[in-house]
């Protein structure tokens, strides 16, 4: 059985994991084209750029993308929320043109129109996939997909969401 | 590009993309196993939601995937151009994702699902342009 559980509240969550991956990329790209060129000679740099504050800001906005992205996967689908989120690409393009000046070819507008109409088809339709689970002796939760409905009816709970 | 140097480069993206999309399954199987992060954290706080997520044996393994993509990637990238590289495995590891999780994490993945990630996978190949 598939269903959509999103909310305002849910859709905010994925707005958070499309930003903080895309702001945290740019800042991380940011912070590394102001340091001299990495080499496999020279790995230290590495060291050094983890304290350079574009490479700080970057690494916690993508800590924070991680905590949303899981807290995503906990009430949706993968094949959900990575299309949804993935909107991300085209923030990383636009903040590329408009802050780092960079060149966007016809192709690469094709490109984000191509992922925009992805998104949209994505998230106009169900979002979570309900499973038959198990409760075993510890009362933790785990999904049994293979048993046909009759028989999870008879032998297992089923997860409420909201 | 020498035959002998694209299979190398075919192989070096493969490995990223069966690693990266280990890394999403895992990491997806366990989150969906471990429940809905909104209701643990207003049951137990924010301590409890991370302690529930981080003694996952499988959000573990997960995580060790995505390193070992992430080391994969390095590795491609020494080898190979960026523009080659990283919107090829990108873009792969969608569909890659798509079918494991249609079969291995049974999730129903309609029509409306494959055309969102064919979008997809043909945009974010497009953007290396």
Redesign the interface.
């Known amino acids: 059985m598939?269903h959509s559980t999103m909310n305002a509240r849910r859709y905010l969550v994925l707005a958070v994991v499309t930003l903080t991956s895309a702001f945290g990329d740019t800042f991380l790209d940011i912070g590394m084209k102001k340091l001299p060129l990495v080499s496999?000679h020279h790995l230290g740099t590495l060291l050094v750029a983890l304290r350079t504050p574009w490479i700080i800001a970057g690494i916690i906005l993508l800590i924070g993308f991680f905590a949303s992205y899981?807290?995503a996967?906990?009430?949706a689908?993968?094949?959900?929320?990575?299309?949804a989120t993935?909107l991300g690409?085209v923030i990383v393009?636009l903040l590329g043109k408009y802050w780092l000046h960079e060149q966007i070819?016809g192709?690469?507008w094709?490109?984000?129109?191509?992922?925009?109409?992805?998104?949209g088809?994505?998230t106009?339709?169900?979002s979570y996939?309900e499973?038959p689970a198990l409760v075993d002796s510890q009362g933790?939760?785990?999904?049994s997909?293979?048993r046909s409905d009759d028989e999870a009816v008879a032998t297992t709970a089923k997860?409420g969401?909201? | 590009m020498s035959p002998v140097h694209g299979l190398a480069t075919a192989a070096m993206i493969a490995s990223i993309v069966v690693t990266a999309t280990a890394g999403d399954v895992l990491t997806a199987s366990a989150m969906r196993r471990i429940g809905d992060l909104d209701e643990i954290r207003a049951r137990s706080g924010m301590a409890g939601a991370i302690r529930a997520v981080v003694t996952s044996g499988r959000f573990i393994s997960g995580v060790l995937c995505m390193a070992l993509s992430f080391f994969s990637l390095l590795f491609a990238l020494s080898h190979a151009d960026l523009s080659l590289v990283a919107p090829a495995s990108a873009s792969m590891t969608f569909v890659s994702n798509a079918a494991a999780a249609k079969f291995l994490l049974h999730e129903n993945v309609d029509r409306r699902r494959w055309v969102a990630v064919f979008c997809v996978c043909c945009g974010v190949a497009l953007l290396a342009h």
């Open positions: 598939v496999f899981l807290t996967l906990s009430w689908d993968l094949t959900y929320v990575l299309p993935s690409y393009a070819s192709a690469r094709l490109g984000i129109a191509l992922i925009t109409v992805g998104v088809f994505v106009r339709g169900p996939t499973m933790s939760r785990s999904v997909a293979a997860v969401r909201p």
